[in-house]
């Protein structure tokens, strides 16, 4: 019975030691779309915590092109930020803007017409040849790729929709078409640590998506932009470097030690 509770004993210290182990490879931020995981305060600081972690700030006119005016308040991206699990298996995003993810309304004095501006998609390309191969949806309207906000699309087609009324610093904003592939776990919602900017309020996109939805699975560069559908601001990350997916021997090994020490122990009970 001693030898029983024992192994009951060894085997839940095993179970929890896998758990602890999954968890420092598959979970670094919660999607929620408060920052403060990142250690992004913009009130202070803007910058993520984490070595691994890419920080642009752009919000104007604070930014590095003040120059770049985005017009009314909600074109404007504030920030973008990606980072990934230590030898795991996300890659996770995040960006500050003013635009609300219904999008709004343009009215245009010169073309005597209103223009819905909506969030553009996220764009990322993943062998550096400039064309982005990959899109994450980030708005439901209708002149957009149809899907949900925060599908994955491979070999998108992008459109620039709003090119009218816009600055058009990017030559597209959204996928018209596309492959469906997957899906991003994201939020998108009102940052409540930064709720008014300029006489607009921020919100916060936030989304984790799996490595192996992108078809990765070692290391290497990626890319990313985000616009909005007028182009009066564009935000780019370019080459961060991702580490690749974890072989299941490396996390095999310390459970094989385990049990190793488990069948060691009862052997020499035995004899």
């Known amino acids: 019975m001693r030898g029983a509770k024992i192994t009951k004993i060894t085997a839940t210290i095993m179970l929890l030691f896998l758990a602890l182990t999954l968890v420092g ?9 408060d920052l403060d995981d990142w250690g992004v305060h913009p009130t202070n600081d803007w910058y993520a915590d984490s070595p691994t972690a890419v920080s642009v700030v752009e919000n ?11 017009g009314i308040e909600q ?7 990606v980072d990934e699990d230590v030898n ?3 890659i996770y ?8 993810p219904e999008g709004c309304d343009y009215y245009s004095w010169s073309r005597r017409r209103t223009y819905h501006l909506i969030p553009g998609d996220l764009a990322l390309d993943f062998d550096g040849d400039g064309y982005f191969e990959y899109g994450v949806k980030l708005t439901n309207d209708s002149r957009t790729v149809l899907g949900d906000v925060g599908d994955v699309f491979k070999n998108p087609e992008w459109e620039l929709l709003d090119y009218e009324v816009g600055q058009c610093l990017v030559s597209f904003s959204n996928m018209v078409n596309g492959t469906k592939i997957g899906e991003a776990e994201i939020v998108y919602k009102q940052y409540n640590d930064w709720n008014w900017d300029n006489g607009a309020v921020n919100y916060v996109i936030e989304m984790k998506v799996s490595k192996t939805t992108f078809g ?8 990313l ?4 559908s007028c182009a009066n601001d564009v935000i780019e990350i370019k080459k961060f470097h991702y580490t690749g997916i ?11 030690a385990i049990l190793g020490f488990v069948y060691a122990f009862r052997r020499k009970r035995k004899y």
């Open 88 to 90: 795991g298996s996300y």
């Open 216 to 223: 990765i699975y070692g290391e290497g560069y990626v890319d």
């Open 75 to 81: 074109c404007d991206i504030e920030a973008m930020y």
């Open 246 to 256: 974890p072989e299941f021997t490396t996390m095999a090994v310390p459970a094989g």
């Open 25 to 33: 490879t598959a979970a670094a931020y919660v999607i929620d779309g």
């Open 60 to 70: 104007w006119p604070s930014g590095p092109n003040p120059g770049n005016n985005p």
């Open 225 to 228: 932009l985000a616009t909005v």
């Open 93 to 100: 995003f995040a960006i500050i803007t003013s635009m609300p």
